[in-house]
């Protein structure tokens, strides 16, 4: 399974950007799909995931500003982001798992979001 993102790019603080990543190749059924982040020097973090059944998480820091959804039948996952602040600038990557035999896990290679101040 790959997953490739799309939507990154350079914005200043409060504007907004729309990520998408979409899913391809051994699918059976996609479960969780999920956004995390990494900045310089950090660990990758979580940012919001959505399970097959529309069950939703967000980390705090993104509540209220960011809403993750997903098509099934695109086997897509989107990350609207709203008022974004520098401290969002990092590389964005996303996440999807599936049962085979047993859970796998798919990673996409990332897409830096960049915001000014």
């Known amino acids: 399974v790959q997953l490739v993102e799309s939507g990154g790019g350079l914005v200043q603080a409060g504007g907004s950007l729309r990520l998408s990543c979409a899913a391809s190749?051994?699918?059976?059924?996609?479960?969780?799909m999920a956004w995390y982040r990494q900045a310089p020097g950090k660990q990758r973090e979580l940012v919001a995931d959505?399970?097959?059944?529309?069950?939703?998480r967000y980390a705090d820091f993104v509540k209220d500003r960011f809403t993750i959804s997903r098509d099934n039948a695109k086997n897509t996952v989107y990350l609207q982001m709203n008022s974004l602040k520098p401290e969002d600038t990092a590389i964005y990557y996303c996440?999807?798992?599936?049962?085979?035999?047993?859970?796998?896990?798919?990673w996409g290679q990332g897409t830096q979001v960049t915001v000014s101040s």
């Open positions: 996440y999807a798992d599936q049962l085979v035999v047993g859970i796998d896990e798919y």
């Open positions: 190749g051994s699918i059976f059924r996609i479960n969780d």
């Open positions: 959505v399970s097959r059944g529309g069950v939703i």
